[in-house]
């Protein structure tokens, strides 16, 4: 089947215009998910694809669909993404998957196709002004916690209203919940958001997993006292404690215990020039693809803080507070894009993801891969986050090629 070309000019016409919404001083875009930023980013895309023919809707979560919505009696390909940023963030960090995944439905429209192919922006998947990541995923895959009496935003809008604006409806949320037997596959092309790609010089990453992470919350209880008057013997000094933490953690890695771990957020107090520390909070954050890897290494954490705190004197509490499961991609859809990659000659390498996506959250409910483009210097979540045009177009095309052979042969990927 002729495969349709990418509308290069297109595509980059709309990157750089969505840069556009949500611009701050520094450069950076800040867009958090159902702020005004947010909303103006969705009437956009809502506007390029009603210019296309392409039919948009917004389900009870506040997902934005722009093509078929996901219906009984076929199983649709489910292209997409999301159009939320962090607090000062670059240009393409999910809505490069999103603008591709119109790109694609509007390609594809004219050709008869066995499966629908139709592309989605998953609300609020930074977590970065309401505060649940992958709100609109979880939705979609049945996986939405329940939410607080009043969920309310950390600037104070109350999230009924940030999703009846966006055009949801919270007590109608569970409505967005896609049925697993309507659904074809799940496919989301993203910035790699690390440096392997580019070091290795190679265009296109095909995703084999998303690591899993759990969070740990830990107090490090010690005496906070006179920095002059108190000998050094006998201290019980929590930010000395920490530090010693703080280095038992980075070293997990290296002893084989996860792929990275990581002290992220540290707060001693009273923080005082001249008192010793009494009370340390900092978070631990350790990742890997193996599930039972993730769990072993958290238990080994705990070890090591709980002997360093038995040396020097100190209490400490271990809570768990977040945890995700690793997640393993679909060998067929791998072998889809391999094979769509290699029909346009384009180097592939196989890599994970450091980062959770949306991806993550669907692979519950139907196969899923994920197609990666390189990000110059490594960097995402800045203001200076970029890829080169040219692999901008790549990746979209490669998405589209993909699309186009499973929503045409779907073969077996169940
Ligand atoms: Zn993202």
């Known amino acids: 089947m002729p495969t349709p070309p990418v509308d290069r000019a297109r595509l980059l016409r709309r990157l750089s215009e969505l840069a556009q919404i949500g611009r701050s001083d520094s450069g950076g875009v800040t867009r958090p998910g159902f702020s005004p930023a947010d909303r103006e980013a969705r009437h956009y895309m809502i506007r390029e694809a009603e210019n296309s023919g392409v039919p948009t809707a917004v389900d009870a979560a506040g997902n934005l669909w722009l093509g078929p919505r996901p219906h009984p009696g076929t199983t649709t390909l489910v292209l997409g993404s999301h159009l939320d940023t962090v607090i000062d963030a670059g240009p393409l960090d999910g809505v490069y998957g999103v603008v591709a995944a ?83 596959a799940y496919l989301e092309l993203h910035i790699e958001q690390g440096p392997v790609l580019e070091q290795e010089s190679i265009p296109i990453g095909i995703v084999e997993a998303i690591v899993g992470r759990v969070q740990l919350d830990v107090d490090v209880m010690g005496a906070a006292g006179h920095a002059g008057t108190t000998p050094m013997p006998g201290r019980a000094d929590a930010l000395a404690a920490a530090a010693e933490i703080v280095l038992a953690v980075e070293g997990l890695p290296a002893d084989g215990w996860c792929q990275v771990a990581t002290v992220g957020r540290l707060e001693a107090s009273p923080n005082s020039p001249n008192t010793i520390v009494g009370l340390v909070r900092l978070t631990v954050d350790v990742r890997d693809t193996d599930e039972a890897q993730l769990h072993g290494v958290a238990d080994e954490a705990v070890r090591r803080i709980e002997t360093i705190a038995q040396r020097r004197t100190v209490k400490v509490s271990c809570t768990r507070a977040a945890a995700s499961r690793p997640v393993l991609t679909n060998t067929g859809l791998r072998r889809s894009i391999a094979a769509a990659a290699d029909r346009r000659a384009m180097p592939t390498l196989t890599l994970t993801s450091g980062a959770g996506h949306d991806a993550q959250m669907m692979a519950a409910v139907t196969p899923t891969a994920m197609i990666f483009v390189p990000s110059i210097g490594g960097v995402s979540h800045v203001p200076h986050e970029d890829t080169d045009p040219g692999d901008l177009v790549l990746g979209a095309q490669l998405l589209q090629d993909t699309a186009l052979a499973i929503a045409s042969h779907p073969g077996s990927l169940r």
């Open 102 to 184: 119109l790109e694609a439905v509007e390609n594809l429209a004219p050709l008869d196709l066995a499966h629908p192919v139709t592309a989605v922006a998953f609300a609020n998947e930074e977590g970065a002004l309401h505060p649940q990541p992958f709100w609109g995923s979880l939705a979609a895959s049945g996986q939405l916690p329940a939410p607080a009496a009043v969920p309310t935003a950390y600037d104070g809008t109350l999230l009924r209203d940030a999703l009846t604006w966006a055009g949801g409806d919270l007590d109608a949320v569970q409505q967005a919940r896609l049925d697993p037997d309507q659904l074809l």
